[in-house]
Every structure is written in C-alpha cells, then in structure tokens.
C-alpha cells in the first residue's frame, strides 16, 4: 500500500500559481507548518514554554518565536504552537512529559489552517479592506499577532515585519480570503 | 449659442482641454475642470429637469451639493448607468452621456406638465386624501399609478459592471471638508504630527476659496494660497488627502463613513481602478469644516430657470468662467447679494436691480454696488417672475412701512439671483447626535454641544468673515490633534486675510408679495414641489410638529434632505403659528448627506466574494465527477452524482441502491467537530449533552442530543470517546460554531472552575464515510494497525492507525443504517486518501454519494436531522430520542425545562412515518396534515410533513412527520390537502427499511 | 460600529464580538429546586433598561472570552468593561465617557 502521509495539499495551491507579482503588496502561501492549540492553567502555561522551546508570551496579541518555532497568544489561556511539518509527534511527546498531572489540552490542528504572507509597502493597506483594525506600527507593532476578522472570515493576523504580515487562516475560508487579497490590491498591479 | 456664457479668461478650467459631452442627446462642449452644470451654463443651457410633482420646467438653482433640481442620470450604457445625480457635482469628461429625468417625452415639452394646470387640485397630502377609496383600489390601481408617476430617475437596466472597493482606516484627526476652515485645520493638525485625513467632496481643495475674486491670504489670492496650502500638506507623510469625498454618515464612536469616486471623472477608466471607495474611518478626533449653505428666498415663481443662487452664480462666474445670464436681477436679504452682483459685473453680466428685503443698505458692499451705478433698491421685494423655460422678467415690488407691499415693476432678466443668507451645514454634527442651539443673531441653528469627539470649524458653525474662519480652523486643528494625543503642539500660526466680508443678514421664511396666496406658488422645496402655501395649509389642517409637517407636505425629504428648504419651512411654519423657530424644533438630519450608491455599500461582497464558499478538501474531486452541489450553511456540499443522462431522481435511486446493495463513499467533512479535552472533559459532557457520558468506554461512540435551556433539541452528534479525558464531538454541519459558542458560553461563564478546553477541529478532519455491506471489504486492505472485524470494531466503536500510511480516526458509525465507517484524516490528505479508497472499491462498484443520497437513506431508517424535523420546539421525546436522555443525571442544560408538565403533554408534536395511499405519490415537505379534510376552512392542523423522499430500496413513497399525539394514532388515516386535492396518507412507525437494524453489521 | 474595550486585547472594533445578552443572570446551582415560575423568569425575564446596562459580549474574533459590559443604551456609550465573573463596578450614568465627551 502506497503511504501518501507526504501528499500534503494547499487549499490555495491554485491560486498561488496564478498569483500576478506585485511588489507593493506580494502575496505568497507560507509552507505547511505543524500547529496545536494549547489550553491550560497556570501550572501547565509556565510548564509549555520550556517544553515547546518557546516561552508562552504572557502579554496579550503578542507572539514570540525561537528558531523555527513560534507561539501566539490567542487569548488569556489559549496560544497556537507553530513548527515545521513533522514535528508533531516530538511535540506531543515533550509536551506530554513535562505536563504530566497538570491540568490542560493540546489539540493537533495543523490541517485546520493555512499561511498566506502579505508584504510590501501596501500590505496594510490592502489588509485593511476587509480588517478593521488599526494596523498602524503603533497600535499594531511588529510582533503582534491577533485573531481578527477579514472580510466574513475569521483570521489570525500576525505582523513579522514593518511591511510584512501573516494570515493563519482556516481552510475552507482560504479561497475566499485569497479572492480578497487579489482585489483588494488589484489597484496596485 | 455654443459656448455663448463662456467668459474669455479667468476661471479654474483648463481652456487647453476641451471636452465633449451629450445631455438628452445633443452634443456640447466644456472644458477640464468643468462640472456639467457649469458646462451646460457656459453653453446657455439653464432648463434640466423637470419638478416631481407639477411637472414644471427646472434650471440649475446652485453650484454644489444642495442642488434641488438638476439632477441627471449619467452613463453611456445601462450597466455603467447613474441616476439622480446632481449635475452641479457631475464632473465633465470626455464623452460624458447625461440626460435629463422625469419628463416625456421631452425636456421642453413634458406631458406631464399638466399637473402643473391641476395642481389645485393636488395641496399637500393629496395622497392621503385623495386615493381613499375604493380601498380594494390601493394595490389594484392608485399604487401602481403612483408609482409609475412618482419617483426620481430610473433604475438601470442592468447589473452594475462597476467595482467598489471598502477600505477601514484610522487617524488622530479626520478633517471634513476643505474650505478655509479645514484647511487650517489640517495644516494646525499635520503640524503636530498626528495622522490626519483631509476629504472634500470636490475634485479640488479650497471649498469656497475656489470662487473668490478678490480675496487675498498671507498676500496670495486665496486660490492660490489653497493650493500652496496643498502643497504643504502634501509633503508630510503622516497626512491623507481625499478629494471627491464625501463624508456622508457620522456612525457612533467617532466612524466616519466617506465615499470616494475614483474614476467617475475619467473618460477612459483604469480597469484596476474601483469606481468609487468606501473609507470606514476611525477617528479619534473630528474637525467639521463643512461650510455652509446658502437659502434660497421664498417668492412667488422661484423656480423657473434662470433664478439661482447668489454665490452659485458667483462660483459659475469666478470658478467656471461660466457667465449664468446677460442680465440679473438679485434678491437679496443681506450683503452677499451684493458681492455676487459685484463679482458678475464684473464678468460682464449687466445688474438690472438689486432688491434688498432689508429697509437699509448700508455696509461696504452695498456702498461698492451704490458707486457701480447698479440699482439699489431697498425694502424692496419680489412678488413674482414670468418666462416659460427661462426666467424673463421679475417683479420687483416696495415693501411699506406698514409691511404690506406696493405695485410691482416689471424688470426684464434672464437671470434671478436668491441670497436669503447662510445657513451653517449642520448635517454631519446632527449626524453625531450632537445639540443644536438657535443664534438669533445669524437666524441659524448651530452646534451647541456634541456627544461624539467632534468639534466644527469656520461657516458651519456661523463663522464667515475669513480671517475668523481660518483662525477657528487652525485652532480647532491644533485642539483636535492634542486631544488626540498628539506630544508636540502646533505653533501659533495668524493668517492675514482680506476679503469681502459679506456679513451674517438673512431672512427665513417666504418673503411679502402682497398676490392672492391662492394662485402664488412661491417655492420652499424644489426638490419636492412644496409651496409656502402647501406649508400654511398643513399649519391650518392642525400640524404643529415639524416632523409631522415634513411628512405630510414632503418638505425637506428625497434626496436633497432638505438642505435649500428646512430654515425656510421652519420660519413658514414659525409665522403661520405666531411660534418662535426654536418651540418648532427641527427635522432630524439623516444620512447620507448626499445620495450614495449602493455599489459602495456591497463593496466587495458580490460574485465570488458575496460569500465564503467553503468546500471541503474532497470538493475538487466531486466537481471533476460532475457532481450537483448545493449550500448547506456556507459550504458547498456534492448534491448527487448524475451519470449521462440522469436527472436528480435517478441519481439518487441509483446511489441508494448502491450503498443498500454493495458499498458508497460519502464526504461528511463538513460535520462540525469540536474537541474536548481536559481532567473533566465527561463530568462537562455529562453537563451539555443529554446522555451519559462517565460510563462510556474510550475507544467507544455515543449519539448524542444537545439541548438548549428551553429543553428543546438545538443539535445532535457522534461523540467518540478517544481517552480518559479526551472526546472527538461531531455536530452538524451548520450547528458547529453554535454548538462551540454555547459550549463556550456555559464553561466560561457559569462552569469557569471545570479542567476542560475546547477546540474546533472541524477543518482539521476530512470524513470520508464508506457505507454499505462491502465497506469492511474496501477499507480492510487499507488501513494498518486497526483490526476492522466485527469483534473488534463493533458498531459505535473507534480506533485510531494509519491508512494508507496517513493517521487516522476511524469510526464504525453508520447514518444509513448500513454496515458503516467514517474515515478521519488530516484535511490536506483527504482527497488522496478518498481517491485511495475509490480505487480500493473499484471491484465493489463502489459509487460516490451526495447528500441527497444521504438524507433519503436516513429517512428510510427514520434518523431525523435536526433543523429538518426538529424547529426549535421539539424535546428528545417528540422525536423519538427519549432513549437518549440520561434520566438517572441530575442535571444537564434543558433538564429543568423538560420537566414542565407541557413538555411531556400527550398531544406534543411527535415524530411518526406517512405512507401515502398511492405510493408513486411523493408529499411535499412542508405540507401541513389534516384529520378531517371534510372541516371547514381553516382546517385544524394536526401536523405537518418534514422529510419526504421516493424510497428505491422500499420501492414506494416515504415520509416523516411531526404529528399530535402521532404515536397514537399509528395505523390512522390523516389527510395532507394540496392545491391539486387531498392526499390521504396512513400514519406508520418512522422506520422503513430494516426495522431491526440487522443490515448494521452487513 | 462601536469600539469596545475588551478587557484582555483593549479597545477594538464591535465586528469582532458577538452580543451575549444580560449579565449578572447566574445559572441557579441546582434547577430542579425551582418552581416553574421561577424556572422561567430565569430563561426569560430580562431587565431591558433605559441608561445603563450590564450586559455579555463575547470577543469571538479576538481572544474568544466571554466579558461584561456596562453600556449606556441610550447613548450606546460604555461606562466599562469587565472580566466575567467579576461583580458589577460601581459606575452611575455620569461616568459614561469613555468614547465621547
């Protein structure tokens, strides 16, 4: 029997080869990543940052990252764990290990979502046509990750540079939130 | 006469850019920096329009925004088609299509000008008066008549081919409008730092300093000194300069609604431009810099062509080197008349009289006119014009001491100027729910106190005189930016200005004419054709409120929103009751301020964005099969699977016999899957759903029923117990976000204390279910490290491995009543490892079903779905799922409701099978169910059909009903009474196929 | 659309939350005590003032907690934002000023 545990398949994959280059405002899929949802009490909270190898950012709609490996702050006790594909099973393990008898949950949902990179000078500005946050760099800096809503679609926004931004956004909704883009910066082809 | 008004020098056109436009056909030229009305003056065009109500011929009254009359409908085919746009703020480009509304067959000779003969007989109200009976005759006749009658403009032919874009933004200070108020604002504002948006409606920034001739700022004209004021503005980055914007809505908490046309003005349209761009901006601060508006005066035959405003006349001169007439005739009530009769002669219009209400004259500018040799006439008014589609003569008339007025002087003209005074533009800080307080020295209402973070600058707070006006804007910038935040101040910035001042006199009101009231129409609302003595008579037929009044006589309402008309109704209003203006109150300004187009409130969401379409990782595959879809939430779902030649009803049967004869393949990604997980994960369980869930095995599934606290069945679901304190919770497919939200709501708010989390793992799992006695067949090669055996996988059991090298959570779970699995993979994978399992049962025939195919084979077993046979008023019992209740608990969410004595009334609504008579005759789902079709009309109804299907496998026409009392009454004969007769059908048990459930173990 | 001061992400736009309805209406610890009248002024009775009012609004595209609010439904004003669980501040009409003047 073929193993097919390699056959990965974007949701945008076709729109991503049909993307136009626009420096202003690039849009690009980000490669597949391992992803949980950790939830827990304070025990297990101060526990997960050594196990993970990311400290769990404490202050709210912040991320913080170390090597290829990231976690954002989604809500008081609640942070997504970012890694590269495969690192799943490692994860669970050491995680498992040091929370043993503290009381949380660490849900897989590594296919529930997806990566799209917004960059370039127009980037917040084409987010903002369906977010309506302020995404000035001073009430959204640089580090600073949120779930927001774009458009009808519920997404998290993440800013990794001045004029780069992240969207994790679920799966079923990536077509639509990718359609958005493209309109959106249209006016800057 | 081409061209014929149009001034040799001066203006702010760019005579090096002609253009050509049509209005109602005919061909004109203008030149950039036209608008079509001030291109249709320069061509001796006044007549536009003609009035809503009498037909009666219409010019152009002013030279912005408040424009009564000429609106047109533009575009050169349907699909790029507006109507009701006002000419004065139609930009001209080259091939413009205008034409003019509501005439026929033609401008200058309108049937419906007839009307205007009748119109004794159509006062205000006339509608509510005159179409009262017969009654029957309102929808039949008078509606449709008035409808066709009525109305401004048309609707386009065809969709819109325009895209619209939304943008949200935010800034410290949002300055509106662009005046010398806003520009000072901007400059005080930008100055500190902060971010600022500067929008004006116009093409340009400047407002009214676009229309000065003589006015001089810091030793520049003031034009001039707008632009360099631009410039300055330009150069900062923290500053957003938005022309042809218009602020059109004040939304709570300081968002400014501003509508952007982006490409209106250009002839050739950039196609990666959005027609217009709707700017939600959050402000932390607003300076309102909107100006003000002047009022027309209230005098017999105001309306016919050629009788304008003062200072729009003076903007077609100055601005548009647009001459308006030969000839003028000013009615003024204070000295703007002046400066407007002063600018035109100097543009070469000849003043024939200047009539000025006021008993004197005596400021700098009518000594100016006096030393011109105009002819200043004083206490003087004018009782009447005459000129059919163009004004040609006023009649000017002494108003005695007493107040009565003398015998009328006919003046020849072609031109009528009205300067009744400013009235500030309220309308935005209205909008904020902000107080207006009445200046009685203005005769103006003006903001007195706000609610939202706003402050006004300059005329639309009664400030004229410039100097004042830029010093209040600079101020108000400065004040804005620092309540805003903003760490630097301003610097002290003076302005040396030097105009024309042309003071604050008006009059509101109608002005004296000494005629017979009976046959003087004088008019207030232009828009609406709305008389002085519409107004007196809703005053006499008992209407005090201003409200009242606006609605029964139509004053200030279309879409002008009364911005020529409200002050002048008031004061009617105000003398017809010997009641000052401020114990009248005053109409509510509403939104928008100018009318705006529903493309920019749709934005992007139409066509491929109207909605998400969420599909399913499967999705591709079931389109590349030529599956039907159809919505089911948000989702796209495969409907069926038609061959060649199949409708729908063939599919299915096909498909059904398939998965009941050998083995089917079904996408259930879209069920709504929400993970628990924690210490206490059963004991919430135990409290949400209406099992039991402490005894239930890991590695074993429940079905599970949700209530809502009424007690009635808000979802159902598998749930599979994969640890201790793990659960795998499905819902449906359109329940899941609010099963998660009120699964959230009780462990947040009322069980904070319970170890247990909550996650949505619905897009995390493709489903691919395998149904039919050959299922165990097709998997059973496929899967590793799970045993599919009956033994050790027996029904509403789960296990976890791999399947074709993917890791999976299979279940044993069946929605057929079949031998049956459901398939968990991660998302990414589920197409291969459908397409996997596809090839695997291949030998099996196994065929691919939709969700027809679905619901008709859960019908056949009488599984119900909740929201098809459930409506929000059904307990567990009414649907046959008391087994599923844990009687033993002690609680759980709908427990106590469930205990009412109603809910457990033996003539509730219950779930029960129909089998029609005929058994080719298939119900209809809906249809309401009879047990005396013999009863009189209306029938009591004892229940009403859910689900209704042609049943292949049972070779006859099933159903399932929700009936009273319907488990007694098994074995009876209900009725179903339809458009085409009475269906009788025999009440059963609601399981129709394998009653014994014997084929779940294939 | 109105800015609301989550307690946990701070002040953000009213497209991200969803309304809850009353606050300060605790479930009662064991429902089968309660008559039907009390049962159902429970499920149903629901204050609806004019001025102040404490109400549940969830920041479900934000961090997803549930919260209280003190909000002016005259003026669409909040007086405050609080933590669910926590008691309702001590806050009269006059402290409405947090988004306007």
């Not at chain 2, 902000?434 to 707070?461: D, I, Q, T």
């Not at chain 2, 042609?950 to 009936?963: D, H, K, P, Q, W």
Request: with cysteine; glycine share 10%; aromatic share 8%.
């Amino acid at each position: 029997m073929a193993d097919l545990s390699a056959s990965r398949a974007s949701a945008v994959a076709s729109h991503v080869a049909a993307a136009p280059k626009v420096a202003v405002a690039d849009l690009g899929a980000l490669p597949p990543r391992t992803r949980f949802v950790f939830r827990g009490r304070e025990a297990a909270i101060t526990a997960a940052g050594p196990a993970f190898g990311v400290a769990l950012p404490r202050e709210a709609c912040r991320f913080a990252e170390a090597g290829d490996r990231r976690v954002l702050w989604l809500g008081p006790d609640e942070w997504l764990l970012t890694a590269p594909e495969g690192a799943g099973a490692a994860i669970v393990a050491d995680l498992a290990a040091a929370l043993a008898g503290l009381p949380h949950s660490l849900v897989d949902v590594s296919h529930r979502s997806l990566g799209i990179a917004v960059s370039g000078a127009m980037a917040a500005r084409v987010i903002n046509n369906g977010c309506p946050l302020d995404l000035g760099l001073e009430a959204f800096p640089v580090g600073m990750a949120t779930r927001t809503v774009f458009g009808k679609a519920e997404i998290v926004l993440v800013r990794t540079a001045e004029m780069r931004f992240e969207i994790d956004v679920w799966r079923s909704f990536a077509d639509y939130v990718w359609r958005f883009l493209e309109e959106a910066r249209r006016e800057f082809a | 006469m081409s061209g014929g008004f149009r001034l040799a020098a001066g203006g702010r056109i760019d005579r090096s850019r002609p253009l050509r436009f049509t209005f109602d056909g005919r061909s004109f030229r203008g030149f950039a920096g036209d608008t079509l009305a001030s291109a249709l003056i320069a061509e001796g065009v006044h007549l536009v329009g003609r009035s809503f109500k009498y037909h009666r011929p219409r010019g152009i009254v002013s030279a912005g925004a408040d424009e009564p009359n000429a609106l047109v409908g533009v575009g050169a085919d349907e699909a790029h088609y507006t109507p009701n746009l006002r000419a004065t703020q139609v930009e001209l480009h080259d091939g413009l299509v205008a034409e003019s509304q509501n005439r026929w067959p033609s401008l200058s000779f309108d049937v419906g000008a007839v009307n205007d003969l009748a119109a004794p007989l159509l006062p205000a109200g006339f509608y509510y008066k005159t179409f009262m009976w017969p009654q029957r005759a309102w929808t039949s006749f008078y509606e449709p008549k008035i409808r066709a009658a009525a109305g401004l403009g048309r609707a386009p032919g065809a969709a819109d081919a325009d895209r619209y874009t939304q943008h949200f933004a935010h800034c410290e200070v949002l300055v509106i409008g662009s005046g010398p108020a806003g520009l000072a604002a901007a400059l005080a504002a930008a100055e500190t730092g902060v971010r600022v948006i500067l929008c004006d409606e116009q093409p340009e920034f400047g407002g009214s300093l676009l229309a000065e001739r003589e006015a001089v700022i810091d030793g520049l004209p003031a034009a001039d000194w707008a632009a360099a004021a631009v410039a300055e503005l330009e150069t900062r980055d923290n500053v957003t300069l938005l022309t042809r914007t218009t602020a059109f809505g004040y939304f709570p908490h300081n968002l400014i609604g501003l509508a952007e046309r982006v490409t209106d003005h250009l002839g050739v349209r950039d196609p990666r431009l959005p027609r217009e761009r709707l700017w939600q901006v959050r402000a932390a601060e607003v300076v309102i810099a909107a100006g003000a508006i002047e009022r027309p005066i209230v005098f017999p035959e105001n309306d016919r062509p050629g009788v304008m405003l003062a200072d729009a006349a003076r903007t077609y001169s100055n601005r548009y080197a647009a001459k308006p007439g030969e000839r003028a005739v000013v009615f003024t009530a204070g000295d703007a008349g002046y400066r407007a009769a002063l600018d035109l002669a100097a543009a070469g219009v000849t003043i024939a009289a200047i009539a000025d209400l006021r008993p004197a004259a005596t400021g700098a500018l009518p000594a100016r006119a006096r030393a011109a040799g105009i002819d200043v006439r004083t206490a003087t008014t004018v009782t009447g014009t005459r000129g059919r589609l163009r004004v040609s003569q006023a009649h000017l008339a002494a108003i005695k001491p007493d107040g009565s007025v003398g015998a009328a002087e006919a003046v020849p003209c072609d031109l009528v100027l009205m300067a009744g005074g400013a009235t500030p533009s309220v309308h935005l800080f209205s909008q904020s729910r902000g107080k207006l307080g009445w200046n009685e020295a203005l005769k103006a209402y003006v903001p007195e106190s706000s609610v939202e973070r706003e402050r006004s600058a300059g005329a639309c707070r009664g400030v004229y005189e410039l100097g004042a006006v830029l010093a209040d804007g600079y101020d108000k910038g400065s004040a804005a930016a620092k309540a805003a935040g903003a760490t630097t101040a301003a610097a002290s910035r003076s302005f040396a200005a030097k105009a024309l001042d042309a003071g604050s006199d008006g009059f509101i009101g109608a002005a004296p004419h000494g005629r017979n009231p009976a046959f003087a129409k004088a008019f207030v609302d232009w828009q609406n054709d709305v008389t002085a003595k519409d107004i007196k008579l809703a005053t006499r037929e008992g209407f005090r409120s201003i409200e009242h009044i606006k609605r029964y006589t139509t004053t200030g309402m279309a879409t002008d929103q009364g911005k020529t008309s409200n002050m002048n109704a008031l004061g009617i209003v105000s003398d017809a009751l010997k009641t000052p203006v401020t114990a009248i109150g005053l109409t509510t300004f509403r939104m928008p301020y100018t009318p705006t187009t529903f493309g920019i409130f749709a934005g992007h969401s139409r066509g491929a964005l109207f909605d998400p379409v969420r599909t399913t990782p499967i999705h591709g595959w079931a389109a590349e099969q030529g599956a039907a879809f159809e919505d089911v939430s948000l989702w796209k779902r495969a409907h069926y699977f038609p061959h060649a030649g199949e409708d729908m009803h063939a599919a299915v049967a096909r498909e059904c016999l398939a998965v009941r004869r050998s083995v089917g393949i079904f996408d259930a990604s879209t069920l709504g899957k929400i993970e628990v997980v924690g210490p206490d994960a059963a004991e919430f369980m135990n409290r949400m759903y209406t099992n039991a869930w402490a005894k239930l095995g890991v590695g074993r599934l429940r079905y599970g029923v949700m209530l809502r606290e009424d007690g009635f069945v808000t979802d159902d679901g598998v749930v599979g117990r994969l640890a201790e304190d793990r659960f795998h919770v499905t819902t449906t497919t359109g329940g899941a976000p609010r099963v998660l939200q009120m699964m959230e709501d009780y462990l947040q708010t009322e069980w904070p204390d319970l170890d247990v989390w909550l996650t949505s793992t619905t897009e995390q799992w493709a489903v691919i279910a395998v149904q039919g006695p050959n299922a165990r067949k097709v998997l059973e090669p496929l899967v590793e490290g799970i045993d599919l055996s009956p033994a050790a996988l027996p029904h509403m059991s789960a296990a976890t491995g791999t399947i074709c090298g993917v890791p999976t959570r299979l279940f044993r779970v069946s929605f057929t009543g079949e031998l049956g699995f459901e398939v968990n993979v991660p998302a990414d994978l589920g197409r291969v490892v459908w397409e996997a399992i596809f090839a695997a049962g291949a030998p099996y025939g196994i065929t691919p079903y939709g969700t027809e195919t679905m619901h008709v084979l859960r019908a056949e077993k009488g599984y119900i779905i909740v929201g098809q046979e459930t409506d929000g008023t059904a307990t567990p019992d009414d649907v046959g799922l008391g087994w599923a209740v844990g009687k033993a608990k002690k609680d759980f969410v709908g427990k106590r409701s469930l205990a009412r004595a109603s809910m457990s009334a033996p003539g509730r609504k219950q779930l029960v099978g129909l089998l029609t008579q005929d058994p080719q005759v298939v119900l209809e789902e809906g249809a309401q169910i009879v047990a005396d079709p013999a009863a009189p009309v209306p029938m009591p109804m004892v229940g009403h059909v859910t689900s209704s299907y042609a049943s292949a496998v049972v070779g006859r026409s099933i159903a399932l009903a929700m009936v009273k009392g319907g488990r007694a009454r098994i074995g009876e004969t209900l009725y179903v009474p339809m458009p085409g007769g009475t269906i009788p059908v025999t009440v059963t048990e609601p399981v129709f196929y394998d009653p014994k459930g014997e084929r779940l173990d294939g | 659309m109105l800015i609301i001061t989550c307690p946990h992400c701070g002040p953000r736009p009213e497209l991200e939350f969803r309304y809850g309805g009353e606050a300060h209406i605790a479930r009662p610890a064991d429902p089968s005590t309660l008559t039907d009248e009390e049962w159902g002024a429970f499920l149903y009775q629901r204050a609806n003032p004019r001025g102040l009012h404490a109400e549940r609004w969830r920041h479900v595209a934000g961090c997803g907690r549930f919260f209280n609010a003190l909000r002016d439904t005259q003026s669409d004003f909040f007086a405050a934002t609080y933590p669910a669980g926590t008691p309702r501040p001590d806050t009269d009409a006059s402290g409405v000023k947090e988004s306007g003047r």
